[in-house]
């Protein structure tokens, strides 16, 4: 079956604008979460969704948001972009988020 | 709070030799720990699984041992293959929180 699948791959932003990232989780996974990847943080915890619902919330500024659709797929966004906000945003799926994530391969996003 | 250690990187192996990649853990509850494995420009692959003390996890030859006693989650592989060269990182899921914690990742790589 099919992976999980986000979209874009890649993203150029400037500072002060705003963006969003796709992803959709593989058929049947209701557990939805998102990770940021950096070389100097390494990999951060987001949040969580979970039928629509946010269960978990990572150590983020409020810029960071993220919703879940009724057929499980889920956006983020970031608003207000920073330098410092350039990373790879992963995208993971789970059945009910207690039996390991099935990561996506990411999109890289990079604001100058 | 609940962390993860692994040993600093990059180890270079030649094929054929045997692989270790040390894990340690800090957790209030009863984690289950996985390893993942990253290869260039993409996402996050499970690679193994435990989700309690003395279950062992393996997959593709890497094994690694949920030991509670000394709270660690060593990956091992007995011969690596120059297809093994990746970053691997370690992580623990305390259940009911939906999200990981990882290590800082170790980047190995494997000389023909």
């Known amino acids: 079956k099919a992976g999980v699948t986000q979209t874009p791959r890649y993203l150029i932003k400037t500072r002060g604008q705003q963006v969003t990232l796709s992803c959709s989780p593989i058929?049947?996974?209701?557990?939805v979460s998102w990770y940021q990847q950096t070389p100097g943080q390494g990999l951060q915890f987001l949040f969580e969704?979970?039928?629509?619902?946010?269960?978990n919330k990572g150590n983020f500024p409020g810029r960071f948001s993220g919703r879940q659709f009724s057929n499980s797929r889920s956006e983020m966004n970031v608003s207000t972009l920073e330098l410092g906000d350039s990373a790879l945003y992963l995208c993971a799926s789970s059945e009910d988020g207690n039996y390991g994530y099935t990561f996506g391969s990411g999109t890289r996003l990079t604001v100058v | 709070g609940d962390s993860v250690t692994q040993m600093e990187g990059p180890v270079t192996l030649s094929e054929e030799a045997f692989l270790t990649i040390n894990c340690t853990y800090t957790a209030t509850g009863y984690p289950s720990l996985f390893w993942y494995v990253q290869y260039p420009g993409e996402g996050l692959q499970l690679l193994l699984k435990a989700t309690k003390a003395d279950d062992k996890g393996s997959n593709k030859g890497f094994e690694a041992t949920y030991r509670k006693e000394t709270t660690s989650f060593h990956l091992e592989k007995g011969s690596v293959q120059v297809s093994d060269s990746a970053v691997y990182f370690c992580?623990?899921?305390?259940?009911?929180?939906?999200?990981?914690?990882f290590g800082t990742g170790t980047r190995l790589k494997v000389l023909a």
């Open positions: 992580a623990l899921s305390d259940t009911g929180t939906y999200k990981y914690i």
């Open positions: 058929s049947g996974h209701r557990s």
């Open positions: 969704y979970f039928s629509e619902t946010q269960r």
